[in-house]
């Protein structure tokens, strides 16, 4: 009896096996049942399906019909999109889907849906894989049509550069396109986009880097940097001594251009539009690979919080009471 109860006592120690939020006895995809074979990605499932069951009985009508649709579309988008290093892949779509299924559930309901591009082929001897995921703006009532106009085309021009023509050479390679974004609310009524793309076409390395857009939900407009801040110039001048004394201090441990933080050439860098990412928390100034520094340095960012710019922000402004 004593032997029977100890083996009891190391059963119940054991770890519960994992289980996804589906009956693994009835998976019947690759993906339900690479998902059945792996803890982590049970796990992942599990979180996923929670969060998306605790919005859903949040909402009603058709904020509720839009989330169910942006699921099975990610559902659809998942499965057709991870077709090599499985795990990782899955693994990655499951982080990404949590972490957005989070955004969603904070403030007003968004109507942001998952859009997504994915295709494979091959061209003599260059295989080619697309996995390009970008956000429509379906809210009611408001014209999104120029900003889902841009997002898309610019998914669909990465796609299209990836896909090697029929000139492309006999040399085995392997081209992509990669693109994935993350949303953030900087106040309730403004959605920053954050993009982050990686490509390779043929050559010695490959090519990425990081964008932003700002969405007014109001208005289903772009909106600029000029717009958040007051009339004048003072707040370019306050953000590029910030931006100047940060890039001084990532340079001593990361060398960069001393050239591309001259004052001229840094003025003509912060008028571009998609290095600005407004978070919840303060803006970040993005600088991809070769814009102040070289290819193997990578990227440099810029971190300010808004406590730092308040006095330059427009206080009618969306963001002017941050």
């Known amino acids: ?22 009956d693994c006895a009835k998976a019947s995809t690759t993906v339900e049942r690479i998902v059945c074979k792996s803890a982590d990605l049970a796990k992942a499932d599990r979180e996923m ?42 693994q990655d779509k499951y982080t990404s889907r949590i972490e957005r299924l989070k955004f969603l559930g904070t403030g007003p309901y968004p109507f942001i849906s998952d859009q997504s591009i994915v295709r494979t082929g091959k061209v003599k001897a260059i295989t080619y894989a697309i996995d390009a995921s970008y956000p429509q703006f379906d809210g009611p009532g408001v014209d999104f049509s120029a900003v889902n106009a841009e997002f898309g085309n610019g998914a669909r021009k990465g796609a299209a550069s990836a896909v ?30 954050e993009f982050i793309n990686s490509s390779y076409t043929g050559g010695a390395h490959g090519n990425g880097g990081t964008s932003a857009s700002l969405v007014d939900l109001r208005t289903g407009r772009s909106v600029s940097p000029s717009s958040v801040f007051a009339t004048g110039d003072e707040w370019r001048r306050a953000v590029a001594a910030l931006v100047l ?20 050439n840094l003025a003509k860098l912060l008028r571009d539009p998609t290095r600005w990412l407004f978070k919840a928390d303060g803006l970040t100034i993005i600088f991809n690979a070769y814009d102040v520094g070289s290819y193997a340095a990578g990227s440099y960012d810029v971190d300010i919080p808004y406590a730092s710019l308040r006095a330059v922000m427009r206080a009618e402004a969306p963001l002017g009471s941050r």
């Not at 396109?177 to 900087?186: A, M, N």
């Open 1 to 22: 009896m004593k032997v029977i109860a100890a083996l009891v006592l190391v059963v119940m120690a054991l770890p519960a096996l994992a289980q996804p939020s589906f």
């Open 49 to 90: 399906a929670a969060l998306y069951f605790a919005l859903s009985g949040r909402l009603t009508g058709p904020a509720k019909d839009h989330l169910l649709k942006d699921q099975v579309r990610w559902n659809g988008s998942r499965a057709a999109a991870c077709t090599a290093e499985l795990e990782q892949c899955l």
């Open 164 to 193: 090697p023509d029929k000139d492309a050479g006999d040399f085995e390679q392997t081209w992509g396109f990669d693109l994935r974004f993350t949303l953030h609310r900087p106040a309730a009524n403004l959605v920053a986009v």
């Open 245 to 264: 004394a940060d890039l001084k201090k990532q340079f001593v441990e990361k060398p960069g251009f001393d050239e591309a933080i001259e004052p001229a």
